[in-house]
Structures are given as C-alpha cells and as structure tokens.
C-alpha cells in the first residue's frame, strides 16, 4: 500500500486538482504534432475526477469561444487503479462520500457522493478503456459519452465500472453497443496502456490537466480548476491572432441546449457571463414554460433539453 499523504480520490478544491501519488517525471518530451487548427490542447482527464467535472463550464465555453483555433485530445488518466490506496484520509470507498459533496459545494456543480456508499466503483479504468472504445468509433460521440458517464455517476448514484452501465450511456450517445464492446475487450485496453505511458513522458501529475500547444517545443500547462481567463490567457498566449466568438450576444435563453442538451447553473452561468442567480432564475423560468426538465440531487440541478 502507498504510504503517500497524496490520494488521488481526494481533489483539493483549492487548486482544482486531483494529485497521483507517484508523481511522474519529463523524459524526452516530443513536439505535439497538429492536425488542423493551430493549436492542440493534450487533456488528461478522467471519468470520476470530480475536479473535472468541475471545469465542464469552463471547458464548455472555451470550446464556443474559440473552438475554430483548437482542437482537444482527450487522454484517460486512471485516476483509481484499486483500493490499494491508502492514504490522504481515504483508505474505503465511503470514505469519498463526503468529499465529493464539498467539491460539489465548492466548484458550484452537482454531485451525489452516495455512490460511494450505495454502489461503489472499485476502478475508473474501466469506464477509461471504455472512453477510449469510444473515440475508435467517433470522437465528437465520444466527448457526449463521457459526458453521460458522469452524469450518471454524479447524479443518479450508478456504478459506470459495470459494463451494464456503460453499454446503457453508449447506446445514449449513439454509439454501436457491440463494437464498442469488442473495442472494450481489444484494442481500447492498449491504448489507455499508451496513455497512461504518455502521461509519465509529460509529466502528468494529476487531473484536469491542459497542455496547450502550437506544435512547436513550447508547451504551456494549466493544472488544476482555474477561473475561466487562465484557459483563455493561454490560448491567446499560443496563438493571439484568436478572435473571441461573443455568444452572450444571443438573446435565445435556449439557444445552448441545442449545443449542449444538458446544463447545470453553474454551467449556464459562466457561458453566458451571468451570475448563479440569474442563470438559476432563467433555467427556472424555462422550465416552467416546459421547455426544460429538471434532475434535482441535493446539492443541486440539472436542466435538460425537453
């Protein structure tokens, strides 16, 4: 068992960051090469890192923002090998329970920690090998099957560790069930293997991790959940001929539900450079018009597209 204060289910809310505790070295870095916009953001996330789903209104509004300049490659972390960790407070699965509601407290976003007690994962490389079965089929489907994994774990308590589960949100995101699943079993385990392997290369430490770069041997990082401008500041760093797409001018409260069908207030708030409050009390509104349901979890609301 690791003897490291570090856990990596213990996220500091402070820093937004969800730290290993095998803290990985640079070796032979590489120039990330580019596909076609002129700059590459490396994300190395993970299912179940709660301070990733803290960063979703941030990451949301970059992509609106200023999607045409960068492209995302979305890299799994394993954040939960097993239960051999015992350390930072957290030795058993309920152990995380409590944790998990202060983050939600914290970043502003929903989260039900009771899966820890009710139903509780014993990895998240499952749901990272299956997020990589995913990306061989289509990665535009696979962003929405990672969003729907979380939604699942954070709001309705399930255990995305089973493949009951997962073929359940696959076949949400339109996914082929099937293939995914001989993906699952075959090629998707070695790539998280190359993941994992690439993490240690860059000196991945923890999750949300951001690795900007303009294919050239600069490589600026942003650890952690940080306040929407340091995602921003970063882009412009790299690549400062970006110009910003202002989607606050759109007066259709509903307009991001046919981008992102669901949405949390914090979300809807830091898209639309709005507070809580008045995100919450035009979320309300439309749901009261019937326009949107409601996924109501005690520490908070899920507004969905009708």
Same mark, same amino acid.
């Given at each position: 068992? /690791?003897?490291?204060?570090? $856990?990596?289910?213990?996220?500091?809310?402070?820093?937004?960051?969800?730290?290993?505790?095998?803290?990985?070295?640079?070796?032979?870095? @590489?120039?990330?090469?580019?596909?076609?916009?002129?700059?590459? &953001?490396?994300?190395?996330?993970?299912?179940?890192?709660?301070?990733?789903?803290?960063?979703?209104?941030?990451?949301?509004?970059?992509?609106?923002?200023?999607?045409?300049?960068?492209? &995302?490659? #979305?890299?799994?972390?394993?954040?939960?090998?097993?239960?051999?960790? $015992? /350390?930072?407070? =957290?030795?058993?699965?309920?152990?995380?329970?409590?944790?998990?509601?202060?983050?939600?407290?914290? #970043?502003?976003?929903? =989260?039900?920690?009771?899966?820890?007690?009710?139903?509780?994962? $014993? /990895?998240?490389?499952?749901?990272?090998?299956?997020?990589?079965?995913?990306?061989?089929?289509?990665?535009?489907?696979?962003?929405?099957?990672?969003?729907?994994?979380?939604?699942?774990?954070?709001?309705?308590?399930? @255990?995305?560790?089973?493949?009951?589960?997962?073929?359940?949100?696959?076949?949400?995101?339109?996914?082929?069930?099937?293939?995914?699943?001989?993906? *699952?079993?075959? $090629?998707?385990?070695?790539?998280?293997?190359?993941?994992?392997?690439?993490?240690?290369?860059?000196? &991945?430490?923890?999750?949300?991790?951001?690795?900007?770069?303009?294919?050239?041997?600069?490589?600026? @990082?942003? *650890?952690?959940?940080?306040? *929407?401008?340091?995602?921003?500041?970063?882009?412009?760093?790299?690549?400062?001929?970006?110009?910003? @797409? !202002?989607?606050? !001018? !759109?007066? !259709?409260?509903?307009?991001?539900?046919?981008?992102?069908?669901?949405?949390?207030?914090?979300?809807?708030?830091? =898209?639309?450079?709005?507070?809580?409050?008045?995100?919450?009390? &035009?979320?309300?509104?439309?749901?009261?018009?019937?326009?949107?349901?409601?996924?109501?979890?005690?520490?908070?609301?899920?507004? =969905?597209?009708?």
């Amino acid at each position: 068992m /690791s003897q490291d204060k570090t $856990n990596p289910l213990m996220c500091d809310p402070e820093t937004g960051f969800c730290e290993m505790p095998i803290v990985a070295t640079e070796s032979g870095r @590489n120039k990330i090469k580019l596909d076609k916009k002129p700059v590459k &953001i490396i994300y190395y996330t993970d299912p179940i890192c709660s301070s990733c789903w803290g960063i979703e209104p941030q990451l949301r509004k970059l992509k609106l923002e200023y999607g045409d300049y960068f492209e &995302i490659d #979305y890299r799994m972390g394993g954040l939960l090998p097993d239960w051999s960790y $015992n /350390s930072g407070g =957290i030795s058993k699965p309920s152990d995380v329970a409590h944790h998990w509601e202060e983050a939600s407290l914290y #970043y502003e976003m929903p =989260i039900d920690g009771d899966v820890w007690l009710e139903d509780p994962l $014993n /990895s998240s490389y499952p749901s990272c090998i299956a997020m990589k079965a995913a990306q061989m089929q289509d990665k535009e489907k696979a962003i929405v099957f990672m969003r729907i994994l979380r939604e699942k774990l954070y709001l309705d308590k399930k @255990n995305i560790a089973k493949w009951e589960i997962i073929a359940e949100v696959a076949k949400e995101s339109k996914l082929d069930v099937e293939r995914l699943k001989l993906d *699952y079993e075959g $090629n998707a385990q070695q790539l998280f293997k190359d993941d994992l392997s690439y993490a240690k290369t860059l000196g &991945i430490r923890g999750f949300p991790t951001m690795l900007f770069s303009d294919g050239s041997e600069k490589l600026l @990082n942003v *650890y952690g959940s940080k306040p *929407y401008q340091f995602y921003e500041n970063t882009l412009l760093e790299l690549y400062p001929e970006a110009k910003k @797409n !202002n989607i606050t !001018n !759109n007066t !259709n409260p509903m307009f991001l539900f046919d981008i992102y069908p669901s949405l949390a207030v914090k979300e809807y708030a830091v =898209i639309l450079d709005k507070t809580t409050t008045q995100a919450k009390s &035009i979320l309300e509104q439309l749901a009261t018009e019937g326009k949107l349901e409601k996924k109501t979890i005690k520490t908070g609301v899920l507004y =969905i597209k009708k």
